[in-house]
């Protein structure tokens, strides 16, 4: 394993930032092969994602602020605590066994521990969550930026999107929680798998040990309790085929703010 992570932060960063200005110019292109992306752009909310993409070719970042905005309550949203013997185990042991797969169309696939992916390149930010119920909280998040974990890992040609598998039993029995990002939120600086909450480890109601922040979106696209990530071609033969488990059920895909 120790080989297969033997990519310096240097070149991680050199590879993001060679690799990146590809991705937001020929991103665009790669998923309009999908079937199942045309559909969204031929429907009412395929508006909102192609004028969020003209506007966000540079990349921006969403507002972050001082340690003095941090709210005093962050409220729990969705599961909070998963089911289910194996969660339940990791918990025994604090995570301690945990492992992220990391697979589908990667030329390396890759199975980190906890220590390991904050060991990576890493980034901490102060933004606001946002729920689609209505409200929303401010907190400070650090983890793991995504893009450069999928530079180690060989991210394929191929792959359009991010899947994210997790714990999370919400839908019952065979239904696990699940959610999608495409590869310019996959590659967005501010996209990290967040392995802390205001200088603590991430709590269990949060999404321990790791939860997805995709900070331009709202919050029923940050997943929690992620225990895979896989890069595909297409999302239609996904559980549901919409995308993600709320999408499944009604919601939009791309939840822009």
Avoid at 44 to 56: C, F, H, I, P, V
Avoid at 83 to 92: E, I, R, S, T
Avoid at 156 to 181: Q, T
Wanted: proline share 5%; charged share 20%; net charge positive.
């Amino acid at each position: 394993m120790k080989s297969r992570l033997a990519v310096s932060r240097r070149g991680l960063i050199a590879g993001a930032s060679a690799g990146l200005g590809g991705l937001v110019l020929a991103g665009c292109d790669r998923l309009s092969r999908a079937p199942s992306y045309r559909d969204l752009l031929n429907s009412a909310e395929g508006l909102t994602y192609r004028s969020q993409r003209l506007l966000e070719a540079a990349q921006p970042l969403a507002r972050e602020f001082p340690a003095s905005a941090i709210s005093r309550i962050f409220k729990l949203n969705g599961s909070i605590q998963p089911g289910g013997a194996a969660y339940h185990a990791l918990l025994a042991d604090n995570f301690a066994s945990y492992r992220l797969a990391v697979g589908g169309l990667v030329a390396r696939p890759l199975s980190l521990s906890l220590d390991q992916l904050k060991a990576l390149a890493a980034r901490t930010q102060i933004t606001r969550h946002d729920c689609v119920e209505g409200w929303s909280a401010i907190g400070q998040w650090s983890g793991a930026r995504l893009g450069p974990l999928l530079l180690a890992a060989g991210l394929r040609p191929s792959a359009r999107y991010i899947v994210f598998h997790c714990a999370d039993d919400l839908g019952g029995p065979g239904s696990p929680y699940y959610e999608s990002i495409d590869l310019v939120d996959a590659f967005h600086p501010q996209t990290i798998l967040a392995y802390a909450l205001n200088g603590q480890p991430l709590p269990v109601g949060h999404g321990a040990p790791i939860r997805l922040r995709v900070e331009r979106q709202l919050g029923y696209k940050q997943a929690k309790f992620v225990m895979g990530i896989e890069a595909v071609d297409r999302l239609d033969g996904i559980q549901g085929g919409k995308g993600g488990f709320w999408e499944d059920r009604g919601y939009e895909w791309y939840a822009g703010i």
